[in-house]
Each structure stands twice: as structure tokens, then as C-alpha cells.
């Protein structure tokens, strides 16, 4: 057990922690889920950033190229202007054009222009016409500072001007640094140039100035520089006013607060010049884009940059969707951890109950098997003080030490009774008990078991009574011994708790008996019909109305009508008996009645002070009965009575062995009563049932009366019809019928028994149930039988009545007597090896007149009981060497089986057949063995090799008396 | 001596066997089997246990002894002992016995041993008292009275 039990502990795995238990893999895992969070927000990050600067280029570079159309339109204007110019100022003679003209056509044009503020035309004067056109214009040039120029090689005063520059007119255009190398790039380039960015006048806004050069005559595209310089007749000039310019431009776009443009001049790359923007680098930087721009001057870079005026807002998704996601995974792994420890729970808890089940079952077992060792621990030294006992009350002793030693051995055999109970259901509980399968006959055995009680009925003044219908078949296959046994316990219970009234056991065949419903059983529960008249056994209310008399007759007439048909049914095996035990003593109580089966169980605590007993009986009752295949139940009623009913499955006895406990001596008498008639008087129709039953076994016809006049009409009218013959001979009156008023009845009871010598005066019978109906009887009739009726004591008693024997009662031989006549002249052999054993067993055998031989060995045992041998029977070690008791036995057995049939052989071949009546006992010698070990040497394996029973060592008295007259009982004395 | 005074040694000599736990009922049993045609059955029985055992106990120290125990054998001898002491009423070698066996069952051969001490030490005790009781009866027959009963 206990290694299953190991086993068992590790096939299921402890519940340890597990590796991903730990704290070390939480943080893990919450790392993990980190990085996991970290790398989406990260790509979304580069995602949205990615997308930030696509718009960031796409917007730039639209910028960029409307700055730039932008830019090209005015150019382009500025060199129409400047066509037109030399178209009409210089090709035209007088010149088509003044102030005034220009003024009012650069006005009229500016919308065309929306990038310069203004435009202005500046001659090209050299110093020696300085003097010439300053008188022609009527102005000295000045320089930019508003004096008058200083000598210069040459100057480029200005002319023309729109109005928004006005202020223009007469400046020196070379005396600005920048202006002046403007002009010359201009005039030796032949394009339009720019200047560096600076503050314009007047708007102080930045800006660039755009140059163009004006040619008077038609000049060579490769002309060189020089000749383009002689070629100049002037410029015309433009102010890009680019901060409002750019500012304008943007205003119109879309998203124009978002980005932060700046445009440079990158002519100097290594000192880029702002043309536009904010100075320091404003906005979001690590994000930028440039872009070219190309305003048609070959010597200047410019480029614009663009950059988000704020970093771009992370969006929210960035973080809530690696969030959601790291907390998905959270829980999907809290689940799983979650699982996984309630599944590891669930495991532990059920290798917990599997450990529980295991050690309750252990338990079990250990208590069985102490009960079962205690028990036989006790036997041993109870044995001991009941042997003593025997002894002493061999001694002289004088009447009280007497009554005291018989009380001591009484209890003793109750204690090893109780003792046997307790053996008898560790047994059953642990399976070790086997149904045997024997024939029997059921009515002697309920006859044996009622003979058991009624001594204590009687004192009580109890009725007993047992009724087998007619259909149960004589002989059954069955164990009798288990079957006796529940009988016994269910009596016994009764009996102990029953002071008035009766105990009747039935038996019928279950097939027949389910009349009469559970359901209508219950209508009287409460003694609500109590004013019916009850009619039963006793006359006193029994707790299942089932055995009262209207339903007692319906089974008898089923019976009746049954006993016909049931031959056809013969061929049916298995009979189910239903066995009632009713008794009319103090019930059960309600509260009581479900845990009647629990053994140690009854009904409560002050029932064993009254009553005594251990309430085991009913618990190895119901063991017995469902393992012989039925069921047992009951009813009661507190202070009515129970009533314990059980069903029991035996198999029909094909082979009728009349050889039952009766005997042949009993079949004698039965041939002797065989159509007799008696009349029965009783008032009571269940109670003459059973006084039927009983009479009716013994082949006795009876006729029932009811009162005493119709019995005495009977029996006198008889009489006087002179049919002698058929006449009753016998009257059985029930005692509760012979009242002191029926003053007939008795003054004929006192004629008869007078007039005992007259032949035919019917002999009158009193059935009484307790010692007091005996007294009283004795005066009136001839004899009084006293309950419980059993087929052989009725038998016994009508046998004296009509011998009229007039001798006392055979007293039943004492028991080391009887042993004795047992015994006597007995061969008898007995097998051991040992020595003291041998020799003690030998001389108890001696004492008990029997003549004995001794062997040390199955061998010599065998060789001594070679056919034919004289013994009668045989004792026999189970332990010994070289050949045991069992094998010894077997080896007997076989040489029987060999010579019986080898008689058989011989008696076949014989014609005449002298021998075929040979008794076949002869051949069988009763072995018994002798075991000191009661438990381990089971009677079932004595029987499975052919042994007729076992004694245990050291013999006791009691013991070998059962065993022997079992066999020899069972043989008649035929030889000695 | 004066033979009332020996059977009265007797009574009491035999009450405390039987009070010490020493005999049992089987040895009651054994003196009512002696009658008159086997006046000496018990010391008969007695002897011939007295040998058995001897044997047997001689027996059971040279099967221990051996380097492979026999646990089989020895149950067995043991058994036997058992069977004998049960049958001459030896109450006390029977109890050593049945502690044997159970050592035996277990295959414990240190406590087989102890066992065996013990079962010797019972046996010679049982002996020397038995022996004690048979020499008070030969003296009684001796001195011509008859053994009293109990």
C-alpha cells in the first residue's frame, strides 16, 4: 500500500515553483514588454517624422518655385522696360520720352511688377559730358548722400524714375559701393544683375536691386566686354523689396504659420547673407530643407530653407497603440499564468485527495484488520477463561459457586459470540467471505434457529412462530449457514426487544408476495385505522400490516392456486425467497430507522443500557443478505413493532438428497402421521395458519374450528357415525381458548382426561406459549406443546399422546457424554508431526473411549488408510514436512475416488449385483484437520481438498463435539 | 516430609505457573487426561516437549547462523515449537513464539535472534519449573499421597 502510495506521489509532480514563477521572469517579461513598447513608439516616431518632412519638402519647394516664377516675371518686366527705353529714348531723335512718361507709364505697369518697389533708369554719363547734360537736365548729379558728385570717369545719374522712388532722380548710381559693381557686372555681362541684399532706403526693408544694362545700338552677342561698356547707354534699375515680397507670397500659401522660411544669398558660401527669415535659426531645426532658387543671375546663388516653426507633435497613436498592445500581452500572460497556477492547484489539490483517499483507505483497511486481530487476540485468552470455566463446573461446587461460574461462562460465550460478529464482518468487510452453494432444507433450519429462542419466548411468554408457503421448494441450493445466521440475528433482535405479543417469520417466494404494495403499508403509520380489528399472530398491532390476516389469506389462496402451476415452472433455477421477521416488541424510532444498518448503531444510547447488545447483528445481516444477492428493509413503529423483511436468491435443488438434519428417524414418524386428522381450535386464522403448517409437514390433515362447541359437535358427531377410522384423533386447543368461562368445553376436557383408559376419547392437546399455560394445562389435558411449534417437537409430542408413553421428557444427553458415545469404540487415526501434539490429541481421543493410532507423516497416514482400512475417521496436522494435511487429504480422496470406482466397475461386470448396495460411506472417511491457526487455515480451503470440517488445537470440548457430530451425525451408526 | 505439607508445595507451586502466565488451560487438560491406565501421561508429554524443543531450539541457531537465512525454515520450526508449546499448555514459549514469527514474517534477522534468546531464556525457565513440579509430585508419590486436585 504504502509503495502505491509512493508511486502515485510521483507520477503527479510536486507543485514547486516553476522557472517562469519567479520574480526574476516577471521583470523579464516586463522588460521585455518595454522593448516591445519602445520599438512601435520608435517606429511611429520615424514614421510621423517621415511624413513630416515629405510635406516639409513638398511645401518648401512649391515655395521655392513660386518665389522664383515670381521672380522671373518681374525680371522679365524690368527687361522690357528697359527695351523699351532704348526703343524710345535712344532710337528715337528727339527722344519719345521724359520724367514724365516713364512715371507714368512704370505707374501705370507696376501691377506687373509686384516684386520691385519701384524702377529707375540711370544714364550713362562720362565725365566729359558731365558738364553737357547737367546743363541739360538742369540738376548736378549728386551722390547717394545727396551732395553733389565729386569727379568721377564716368557717372550714371538717374533720369527716370517711378513715382515710388522718385527720390532717385539725380543720384549718382556708381557712388554706391554696391550699385556701382552692379552696374559694371550689368553692362559687361549684357544680364540683368542683382546686389547683395541690403537695407533699402526709405523701407529699410531688406532687399536686392536688380540692374539692367541698356545698349544703344544693336551689339554682337560675342561682343567683349569693353565694347559692351562703350556700348551702354544706361541702366535701368529695379529694388526688390524681397522681405514684404517674400512676406506677400507666403500670406497667400496654405500652412504658412507651420514652417519657417529663410532665403539666403549663398553667393559667399562660406557667409550666406539672409535675404528673408529670421537671423538666428528659429524653428525646428534637426528637420530643414533647402531649396534652390535660381532669379537669372549666373554670378548669385540664392536658396530658400524651410523648417517646421515647432518640433511636430508626436501623435497619440505613437503611444497608446504600443500601450494597448504591451497591456494585451499583460494580460494575456497574467491569463496564462493565472491558468497555469489554477491548473497546478487543481493538481495539487487532487494529489492531496488522491494522498487523503489513500490514507482513509489505508485506515480502513488497518481498522478491519485490527478488528480482526483484536478480536482473535481476545479469542485466544477467552478460550483460556471459558476452558477454566468448563473445568470448575467439573469440580464440586456448591450451588451458588455454581450459579456464579455458570453466569461467568455465559457471558464468556457471549462475549466470543460477539467477538464472531465483530471476525464475521471485518471478514465480509474485507471480501473475504464466499457464499457457499450447498443443499438444504430451509424449514429445518428455521425449526433449528426458533429452537435456539425458544427457551427465552417462553419465559417471556412470546409467541414464535415460524410459516413457510407452501411453494418454497423442500430443498434448496444455498448457504445455509449465512442464511441461518440472519435468521439468527433478526430473531435474536426481535426477541430481545419484544415482551408481549409475537415474532413470526414467513417465507414465501417473492413472486407471490409483492401483493400488497408499499404504498397501502403506509396508511397505518400513524394508528389512525387503530380502530380495525387487528388480526395478527397475537392479536396485537404489528408496525407492517402486510401479515395481517386479509393479506395472509391472499397469499395463502395464491399459494393454493400456485402450488398446481408451479411444476410447470420448475425448470426455473433461481428462487427468490422474501423473508419476514414481524415482531409486535418496542420498534424503532423514526429518528432512529435510517442508520439501523450502521453497525455499532442503535437506536440510542439507553437501547444497550436496557437491552444490551453491540447493534452489529443488523449490520452483518444486511452484509449477508446483499451477498447472497437481495435486500433487506423494514418497517416500524415505536411501541407497534418492526417488521424486517429480506429477499434471498437460492438456487433450486435439482438432486433431491433427502439427507437433511431431520433425519431418518424423523422420516419414520412422518410415515406414521400420514393422514391423520386433528381438529384445531383457535380463534386466531393467522395462528392456525402456522399450527396448520406445522401439522401439515408432518402429513396431518386438519380442520379448523373457531369456538369450542363446533369443535366438541365435531368431534362427538364423529363419534357417533361410528366412521372410526376417519375420525380425528386429536384436538390441539390453543391456550387463549380454554377460558374459565367455557364451562363445556371444560367439564368434556375433565371427562376425557378422566376416562383415559377409554380408547377413543380424542386426545386433547393445549398449545401454550409460556411455562404458566403449562401449569395450568397440565390438570386438563393430556399434553401441552409448547410454542414455538417445530414439525419434530409436534412430531415428539403426538408421537406421546398417542403411545401414550408415560415417561418424562428424554432428557438431551450432556455433551462430554454424548462426545463420549460419539466416540466410543471409534477407530479413530490421527496425523501429526509433532510429537506432544500427537500424543495429547491421541490421549483426549482416548479419554473419550475411541481407540486411536497414531502417525508422524502424511506418509504413514497414507500408507495406514490404504482400502480397506478400519478406520472410522481421521484427525489430521494441517502443517507438516514432506507431505501436509491438504496434500495428504487429496491423496486420500483420490484413492477412494479410484477404488469406488473401480467397485462401480466391478459391480457393473457382477451379474447378479450382490454388491451395488454396498453403503458408499464406507468409502468416504471423515478427515478433520487440525489446525492451531483458526484464521489463516480457513474452513474453505479445508473443504476445498476434501476435508469434512476442522478443530482447532488444542481441542476443547465444545469445539470437538461440533465437529464430530457433524460427520457422525450425519452417518447413521450402521456397523458398530 | 510430611505429605500434606508437598501437596500443599504442590497447590502453590503449580497456582503461581499458572498465575505467572507459565501454563495455561491446556496444561489442566493435560493432567485430566492422566487417569489410572497412563498414571504418568503428563511427564510423558513433558518429556518428549522437553526433547522437541531442545531439538528444535538447536534447530533454529544453526539455521540463523547460516550466512543465507532460511526465513521459511525458521517460521517453520518455529510453527512447530508453537504447535508443541500450544499443546502442552507452555502459555509463555508460545507468546516468545508467536513474537518470532512476526519477526521472522519481517525478515528481521537481528531481532530473530533476539527472539530466539528470549524463546531460549522462556523454554529454560519453563523447564527448570516444570522440572521443579515433576520432582514435588515424585516426591508426594514418593512419600505415598496422591496429587491434589485444582
Avoid at chain 1, 506687373?112 to 518697389?117: F, G, I, K, N, S
Avoid at chain 1, 500601450?323 to 497574467?334: C, E, R, S
Avoid at chain 1, 391456550?735 to 376436557?749: E, G, I, P, R, T
Avoid at chain 1, 488445537?953 to 456397523?975: C, M, T
Amino acid at each position: 500500500m504504502v509503495n502505491v502510495c509512493r508511486a502515485m506521489r510521483s507520477a503527479i509532480p510536486s507543485a514547486g515553483r516553476r522557472w517562469w514563477q519567479t520574480w526574476t521572469a516577471w521583470t523579464l517579461w516586463i522588460l521585455l514588454m518595454l522593448v516591445v513598447w519602445m520599438v512601435i513608439h520608435c517606429y511611429n516616431l520615424a514614421s510621423t517624422m517621415k511624413t513630416a518632412e515629405e510635406a516639409l519638402v513638398s511645401m518648401c519647394d512649391k515655395r521655392a518655385r513660386l518665389l522664383e516664377d515670381q521672380f522671373a516675371v518681374s525680371v522679365n518686366h524690368a527687361h522690357e522696360l528697359a527695351i523699351l527705353i532704348s526703343t524710345f529714348h535712344y532710337q528715337k531723335n528727339p527722344s519719345a520720352m521724359d520724367q514724365e512718361t516713364f512715371a507714368f507709364y512704370t505707374g501705370m505697369t507696376a501691377f506687373e511688377r509686384p516684386l520691385l518697389t519701384g524702377v529707375a533708369y540711370a544714364q550713362r554719363v562720362l565725365h566729359s559730358e558731365r558738364e553737357n547734360f547737367e546743363s541739360q537736365q538742369g540738376w548736378t548729379i549728386k551722390t547717394m548722400k545727396q551732395e553733389p558728385s565729386p569727379v568721377q570717369d564716368e557717372y550714371a545719374p538717374v533720369i527716370f524714375s517711378q513715382e515710388t522712388v522718385f527720390y532717385l532722380e539725380a543720384l549718382d548710381m556708381m557712388s554706391g559701393e554696391e550699385d556701382r559693381e552692379n552696374i559694371l557686372m550689368a553692362r559687361a555681362t549684357g544680364k540683368s544683375v542683382l546686389t547683395n541684399p541690403f537695407r533699402l532706403l526709405e523701407s529699410n526693408h531688406l532687399g536686392v536691386v536688380l540692374t539692367f544694362p541698356v545698349y544703344r545700338t544693336g551689339l554682337p552677342q560675342d561682343a567683349t566686354i569693353e565694347e559692351r561698356a562703350e556700348a551702354t547707354a544706361g541702366y535701368l534699375g529695379g529694388a526688390f523689396d524681397v522681405e514684404s515680397l517674400v512676406e506677400n507670397l507666403l500670406r497667400k500659401l496654405a500652412g504658412n504659420q507651420d514652417i519657417v522660411v529663410n532665403v539666403y544669398d549663398v553667393t559667399n558660401i562660406s557667409d550666406p547673407l539672409t535675404m528673408y527669415g529670421p537671423s538666428n535659426s528659429e524653428g525646428y531645426t534637426p528637420l530643414s530643407r533647402v531649396s534652390m532658387l535660381d532669379f537669372g543671375d549666373p554670378f548669385r546663388k540664392h536658396q530658400m530653407v524651410c523648417r517646421y516653426s515647432q518640433k511636430p507633435l508626436i501623435p497619440w497613436s505613437a503611444i497608446t497603440s504600443p500601450t494597448g498592445l504591451v497591456v494585451i500581452l499583460m494580460l494575456v500572460a497574467y491569463i496564462l499564468y493565472a491558468s497555469q497556477k489554477r491548473c497546478v492547484m487543481a493538481m495539487e489539490d487532487c494529489r492531496k485527495m488522491e494522498e487523503l483517499k489513500f490514507q482513509a483507505e489505508a485506515a480502513d483497511i488497518a481498522k478491519t484488520q485490527f478488528l480482526a486481530t483484536v478480536s482473535h487476540e481476545i479469542r485466544t485468552p477467552m478460550n483460556g477463561v471459558l476452558g477454566m470455566l468448563d473445568m470448575l463446573l467439573d469440580t464440586d461446587l456448591n450451588l451458588s459457586q455454581k450459579d456464579y461460574a455458570q453466569t461467568a461462562q455465559v457471558c464468556g460465550k457471549a462475549l466470543i459470540a460477539l467477538i464472531n460478529e465483530v471476525l464475521d464482518r471485518a471478514k465480509i468487510e474485507a471480501g473475504m467471505l464466499e457464499i457457499e452453494a450447498v443443499p438444504f432444507n430451509l424449514r429445518s433450519i428455521l425449526d433449528n434457529v426458533l429452537s435456539l429462542f425458544s427457551a427465552t419466548s417462553r419465559e417471556k411468554g412470546i409467541e414464535l412462530a415460524v410459516f413457510v408457503s407452501d411453494n418454497v421448494p423442500e430443498v434448496l441450493t444455498g448457504d445455509p449457514g449465512k442464511f441461518r445466521q440472519i435468521i439468527t440475528n433478526l430473531i435474536g433482535n426481535s426477541v430481545k426487544f419484544t415482551e408481549r405479543g409475537h415474532i413470526l417469520v414467513q417465507v414465501h417466494l417473492a413472486k407471490h408476495s409483492n401483493i400488497p404494495t408499499e404504498g397501502n403499508a403506509c396508511s397505518g403509520l400513524n394508528g389512525l385505522d387503530a380502530g380495525k380489528k387487528i388480526n395478527t399472530l397475537s392479536g396485537f398491532e404489528a408496525a407492517d400490516d402486510r401479515n395481517s390476516w386479509e393479506n395472509f389469506k391472499m397469499l395463502l389462496s395464491n399459494d393454493a392456486s400456485q402450488v398446481n402451476g408451479f411444476s410447470s415452472e420448475k425448470d426455473l433455477k433461481n428462487v427468490t425467497l422474501i423473508v419476514s421477521v414481524e415482531d409486535t416488541g418496542i420498534g424503532i424510532p423514526f429518528n432512529a430507522q435510517d442508520r439501523v444498518f450502521t453497525p455499532f448503531m442503535q437506536a440510542d444510547s439507553s437501547t444497550s443500557r436496557n437491552y444490551g447488545g453491540t447493534g452489529i447483528g443488523l449490520s452483518i445481516s444486511k452484509c449477508l443478505v446483499e451477498l447472497m444477492g437481495g435486500k433487506i428493509n423494514f418497517k416500524s413503529k415505536p411501541n407497534v413493532g418492526s417488521t424486517f423483511t429480506f429477499t434471498a436468491v437460492f438456487e433450486q435443488c435439482t438432486e433431491h438428497s433427502g439427507r437433511d438434519s431431520d433425519g431418518p428417524p424423523f422420516e419414520n414418524v412422518l410415515a406414521r402421521f400420514k393422514g391423520m386428522k386433528v381438529v384445531l381450535l383457535d380463534k386466531r386464522p393467522v395462528r392456525s395458519a402456522v399450527t396448520n403448517y406445522h401439522l401439515h409437514r408432518l402429513g396431518i390433515n386438519v380442520e379448523f374450528t373457531q369456538n369450542s362447541k363446533m369443535a366438541l359437535n365435531m368431534l362427538s358427531q364423529k363419534k357417533g357415525s361410528l366412521r372410526i377410522g376417519t375420525m380425528p384423533k386429536i384436538l390441539l386447543i390453543e391456550m387463549d381458548c380454554l377460558s374459565n368461562a367455557d364451562v363445556c368445553l371444560q367439564k368434556q376436557l375433565l371427562e376425557w382426561k378422566q376416562n383415559d383408559h377409554i380408547l377413543d376419547a380424542p386426545k386433547v392437546i393445549l398449545l401454550g406459549t409460556s411455562e404458566s399455560d403449562k401449569a395450568k394445562g397440565e390438570s386438563l389435558v393430556d399434553i401441552v406443546i409448547m410454542k414455538p411449534l417445530r414439525a419434530s417437537s409436534v412430531a415428539v409430542c403426538l408421537q406421546q399422546a398417542l403411545e401414550m408413553e408415560n415417561g418424562s421428557r428424554k432428557e438431551l444427553p450432556n455433551r462430554p457424554v454424548f462426545l463420549g458415545n460419539l466416540l466410543s469404540g471409534k477407530n479413530i487415526l490421527v496425523v501429526d508431526d509433532n510429537k506432544v501434539n500427537l500424543r495429547v490429541a491421541a490421549a483426549t481421543l482416548k479419554k473419550y473411549g475411541a481407540k486411536v493410532e497414531c502417525a508422524e507423516s502424511g506418509k504413514d497416514a497414507l500408507s495406514l488408510l490404504t482400502l480397506p482400512h478400519k478406520f472410522d475417521a481421521c484427525f489430521m496436522d494441517v502443517q507438516m514436512p514432506e507431505m501436509d494435511g491438504f496434500e495428504a487429504t487429496r491423496q486420500i480422496r483420490m484413492m477412494e475416488n479410484e477404488s469406488r470406482a473401480q467397485a462401480r466397475i466391478k459391480a457393473a461386470s457382477s451379474p447378479n449385483g450382490f454388491h451395488r448396495e454396498e453403503p458408499p460411506h464406507e468409502q468416504h472417511l471423515p478427515i478433520l484437520a487440525m489446525t492451531a491457526d483458526v484464521i489463516l487455515t480457513t474452513y474453505e480451503e479445508c473443504l476445498k481438498c476434501g476435508m469434512n470440517g476442522y478443530v482447532s488445537k488444542p481441542f476443547d470440548n465444545e469445539q470437538l463435539y461440533q465437529a464430530v457430530a457433524r460427520f457422525v451425525a450425519s452417518k447413521p451408526i450402521a456397523g458398530s | 516430609m510430611d505429605v500434606r505439607l508437598l501437596q500443599r508445595q504442590w497447590v502453590d507451586h503449580i497456582s503461581a505457573l499458572f498465575r505467572e502466565g507459565f501454563l495455561d488451560a491446556q496444561f489442566t487438560r493435560l493432567q485430566k487426561l492422566q487417569d489410572a491406565s497412563t498414571p504418568d501421561f503428563v511427564v510423558e508429554v513433558v518429556t518428549l516437549y522437553f526433547e522437541d524443543a531442545d531439538r528444535l531450539l538447536n534447530n533454529l541457531w544453526n539455521t540463523l547462523s547460516q550466512p543465507v537465512v532460511d526465513f521459511k525454515k525458521v517460521d517453520a520450526q518455529v510453527h512447530r515449537l508453537k504447535g508443541s508449546s500450544v499443546s502442552i499448555g507452555a502459555q509463555r514459549v508460545k507468546n516468545a513464539c508467536v513474537c518470532f514469527i512476526i519477526c521472522c514474517e519481517e525478515g528481521d534477522l537481528e531481532a530473530c535472534f533476539g527472539c530466539l534468546h528470549r524463546l531460549k531464556l522462556e523454554f529454560t525457565q519453563w523447564k527448570s519449573k516444570l522440572e521443579a513440579l515433576f520432582r514435588i509430585e515424585q516426591q508426594i508419590v514418593a512419600a505415598g499421597g496422591s496429587l491434589p486436585m485444582i
